[in-house]
């Protein structure tokens, strides 16, 4: 892996705006074809391949959603970057940590976001 | 795993409280023994048991360091916990996300902290 640590951070920055232009088929294009996505961490429910990531995040798109960063995203010393964000979604905040990791083409070939009962709120 | 979604969160606190202490035989016995520690990601060095996590903590703490939380640590829906912090350690301060995970007893079973080479500044 030769993407330098600002590069990852950069590109967490890209996926997040993506996120919040609410298109699934954008998102879609950030993933390589055999990427896994676990959302959230613990549910065991992993997803493997566009097909899985496109229904994903059709799902997560049919209300509206803001994210937002909470601090700098952090780097590594390999291929991975990890961000704290909030999202929300109608009258609901989720404060969630995100990790990507990244191939040599810049695409995403994980995604894990880590967040439970406690951090989902309802106004 | 039945570690509860709050618990967790306590679960780092304590062990950010306990990282302040500088003391390595406290961290150690945190840990499972056969745990697992990846600090930074992407640094190649992996770490299995006591006897390594002895020694990194020994190192870690040969000058005394202290961590705060940036954010509100972040469960999940499993065994994990996430968390974003900051290491200040003589002029040199850190920008981490950590990422836990615990067995039934609450032991650690991997601790991997996120930050690459531009989350390190020097005063």
């Known amino acids: 892996m030769t993407t330098s640590d600002t590069r990852l951070k950069d590109a967490v920055r890209r996926y997040l705006e993506t996120v919040n232009s609410n298109v699934p088929e954008a998102m879609v294009q950030l993933y390589r074809s055999d990427a896994r996505v ?5 549910s065991g429910k992993l997803l493997v391949g566009h097909e899985d990531i496109r229904a994903f995040y059709e799902n997560a798109f049919a209300v509206p959603l803001t994210v937002q960063l909470e ?49 989902i709120t309802t106004a």
């Open 38 to 42: 676990e959302d959230p961490v613990g």
């Open 71 to 119: 601090t700098e995203p952090r780097g590594s010393f390999g291929d991975a970057a990890a961000y704290a964000f909030r999202v929300t979604r109608g009258t609901t905040t989720l404060k969630v940590i995100g990790v990507l990791t990244f191939d040599e083409q810049g695409l995403i070939t994980t995604m894990r976001a880590f967040y439970g009962p406690s951090d």
